[in-house]
């Protein structure tokens, strides 16, 4: 009939959701939460960025090569002093103790150790033939079996004092005639390194650039540093110039 009608409007159910949504985004809370989100991915945005970072920074390093300057040290014995060790160690970062065969005694291995220690310097073996005299760079007949022995225990004796040091004995370099011969002797360079091997794998060879010793030291699994001289002349297969000859020793500082 006549009477007056209703007319009810029904709003599209999506508009309502939006109102929603909107009026939520204006809320304290929301808006709070919303922060720490961002916040949030911020942080993890940059962890990221510096773990990459991080990561490139570590594949350069691993690549790039260290130079050590080292230094034979430790030479003296008794009442006789050999060289300047005090005066040597401030510019170096490793060194080569003498371990008594060819220089040295337990007094001055020990101070030197201690030395070496207070100052930041790593400390490796130097060991050489039992030629006190010829100061082990005279040539000495001695079976492979024999060589890894003197090596073995000279290594035994430098250990010991850095272990009453509290200091870690780093590296291995033969000494003097016992470097050169095994430079070029394969069965000599096989035999101390695997006197190495056997008293601590994890000890360092250091040898000559190119010679049997790090090709030894490379089949074992050995590790190995290859050293140069910046005072010493070369031949042409890459051995170091005797030093009898003219010229094995270079003094003038501009070559």
Known sequence: GGGAGVLALRRDP?????????GDRDHPLTRAYADHRREKRAAEILTECVCKERAEIEREAE???AVDLNCDLGESFGNYTCGMDEEVIPFIS????????HASDPVVMDRTVEMAASSGVRIGAHPGYPDLVGFGRRNLSASPAEVKAMVQYQIG??????????????????HGAMY???GKDPALAESICQGICEVDPDLIL???SGSEMLKAAKRMGLRAAREVFADRAYEEDGSLV???KEGAMITD???
């Open 14 to 22: 999506s508009e309502r959701g939006h109102e929603r949504e909107a």
């Open 63 to 65: 690549n790039m090569y």
């Open 94 to 101: 490793s060194a080569n103790v003498a371990c008594g065969f």
């Open 157 to 174: 004796a430098l250990w010991a004092f850095c272990k009453a040091r509290g200091v870690k004995l780093q590296h291995v370099k033969p």
């Open 180 to 182: 050169n011969m095994a």
């Open 206 to 208: 250091l040898g000559l």
């Open 242 to 244: 005797a030093r009898k």
């Open 253 to 255: 500082e501009e070559e």
